[in-house]
């Protein structure tokens, strides 16, 4: 998605949200997931002595080769996009960029209308509109759309509380937007009008000439929705704490993963004492989203949530000195978290450490690191709920997510856990063989691939290669392209599956994007392009994937590359085969799957233990005196895979000892 947006979401909605779901058993607004109900009882279902748990009998333990792969996706590192490089090498650009507004700003004064291109995030086009300088103050100038009427006392007062509290609270906590930036003026623009589909946005590409990005405004700017939002109350003040941390983050860290941002700027609400709206609670009705991912638009709720109260967890713990230095680490991310933990002396340093004890506390908010001491959060919603036993279940967990079911009745129980020890990395196999290329996925990155060939001795070449991709339709896109002087300027190739649409303004010639194979599900397919208008000497042909801000998918995968007229041929089985890659690796189609298990126990004090998990990711644990000194006990279930956004699939059991 081109944009940092938020939600729009008040209380009320997700209150009338909650009582349709109550009332209809329907889940009319695409944001909770309607878990299957499982059996109350198991003892018309099973033996008395149930078979042994077994997920998948054709899941083997993870060979070395996935083992090696999972290291290695979680080590690399995407490289950034570099706007102005792109539009050089690809369109032909000259260098250095002129500035767009040379010399001193013009001083605007109240009253002054300028036309500003908008974004219709829901429907992905541009459009240009007309507004009023209305409000000026000494960080900003408040315009406002014509059509729109806003009272001055309202403005003003909005107006006042970003100057004296976000502003500085904000730079505070975060660090420092561009300032003067690419406008020169020290002023941030803010944008009041009709901004359809979302509560508000930052559009980086603002900070570019519009050389660079079609469509940007070239100033420091963000837009708030008139429809969604007044001025003039908490609410509207804290979409502005929110969209300037992501001017801020921009400038310190511009490819920083989107759940990390997202749920920075959601903590920019808190820490301005400022309404955050109410994603908490949609994610407690769907606890089992995944914190490191962020979906499209229409399902992001609940990614709201979880990451807001990640963040809001991560800075109870370690404090503003920590947030600060998360804004500013260059590594993105889990990473980014780890680093920074390191640098604070954190006893332990593990990401998945922390994420354990953040999906307890979700559930207990209770004392110390088992909750949080500002926030009065919705308990998460049970996947199961359980009273008698023996009770047996499959189920299907997301990355960094959990699943949280009930256990009540009496007895003394013992409780069997069965984990896949696999996942699929992208969700589809190679074409042939067991390495595939992959542009490793992510926001705001330029993965190459690239190799030379000498097309001297032949008189006509063929490029084809079986593609797989998935990418962000009319937002991300891949190409093929071909430079014959060494690596300058590059010639970006066409073919039937291309793309010269360019709603977005992200394009750069023909690309792929969307699913290939012309489904509702990515598949392989042969691509070809002609080389023939290159023969006669030496060229370097790359495979090049482009993404932008916030939403990215599992992205492309390229396999059995050949050039008949050469002989060449390779399937990536046997090395790198001569190709130099930049965020691009061979992975195989699966890596190892991780889990984490914990049982909270309900006595006179809540207790928490871990389940140790052998390497067939099988453990057991007992849960003595149900209905007697424990009142319930509650079994957390969590999958821990990097970079994938496939879920994990577990079966568990629950037996009287």
Known sequence: ?????????????????????????????????????????????????????????????????????????????????????????????????????????????????????????????????????????????????????????????????????????????????????????????????????????????DEYPRQVRPYSNQHEMFYINLENARPGNDYFDGILAHEFQHMIHWWMDRDEETWVNEG??????????????????????????????????????????????????????????????LVAEP???????????????????????????????NYLDGAGDQGYADLDIPRPEHTAEHRHYPVQATGTVHQYAADYILLEGEGDLIIEFNGSPRVSLLGNKPHSGRYQWWALRGDEGDATLTRAFDLSGVATATLQAWMWYDLEDEYDYAYVAVSTDGGKRWDLLANEHTTTDNPSGNAYGP?????????????????????????????????EVVTDESVNHPGLAVDDIAIPQLGYFDDAESGDGGWQAAGWLRVTAQIPQNFIVQVITFGEEPRVRR?????????????????????????????????TTEPAVYEYRVLKH
């Open 511 to 543: 690309g792929l994007t969307g699913l290939s194979g012309g489904g509702e599900e990515a598949a392989w397919s042969l691509e070809t392009f002609d080389l023939t208008p290159y023969v006669g000497g030496p060229v370097l042909v790359r495979f």
């Open 1 to 205: 998605m081109k944009r940092h947006w938020i939600l729009i979401l008040g209380l009320a909605a997700v209150l009338i949200v909650c009582f349709w779901l109550a009332v209809c058993g329907c889940g009319g607004f695409a944001l909770w997931r309607v878990a299957q109900a499982l059996p109350a009882s198991g003892d018309d279902l099973f033996p008395s002595t149930p078979p042994p748990l077994d997920v998948h009998p054709d899941s083997p333990r993870p060979n070395a080769a996935e083992r090696y792969t999972a290291r290695r996706v979680a080590e690399a590192t995407l490289p950034p996009r570099d706007l102005p490089d792109l539009a050089h090498r690809l369109q032909g650009l000259p260098l250095p960029l002129p500035t767009p507004t040379p010399g001193s700003p013009p001083e605007r004064e109240i009253g002054d209308v300028e036309t500003f291109w908008l974004h219709n995030i829901q429907e992905n086009f541009h459009y240009t509109t007309t507004a009023s300088l209305q409000a000026k103050t000494p960080h900003a100038y408040w315009w406002v759309e014509e059509g729109f009427s806003i009272q001055p006392e309202d403005l003003q007062a909005s107006a006042q509380v970003f100057e004296e509290q976000t502003y500085p609270t904000d730079r505070r906590f975060f660090g420092s937007e561009w300032s003067p930036g690419i406008d020169g003026d020290p002023r941030i623009y803010i944008f009041l009008g009709d901004v359809p589909g979302v509560g508000g946005y930052f559009s980086g590409p």
């Open 264 to 325: 920075l700027s959601e903590l920019a609400g808190q820490v301005n004492g400022l309404d955050v709206g109410s994603t908490d609670l949609l994610f407690t009705q769907q606890p089992d989203t995944q914190l490191t991912g962020w979906p499209d638009l229409e399902d992001s709720g609940p990614s709201y949530g979880a990451s807001y109260l990640f963040l809001a967890y991560f800075f109870q713990r370690y404090g503003e000195e920590a947030v600060r230095q």
């Open 611 to 643: 389940m140790s998990l052998d390497a067939d990711r099988f453990g057991r644990l007992t849960v003595a005196g149900l209905g007697r000194e424990v009142d319930r006990a509650v079994l957390v279930i969590a999958a821990l895979a990097p970079v």
């Open 331 to 361: 590594a993105n991310g889990t990473v980014g978290f780890e680093a920074v933990l390191a640098e604070q002396g954190a006893a332990e340093t593990s990401f998945d450490a922390l994420f354990a004890d953040w999906v307890i506390a």
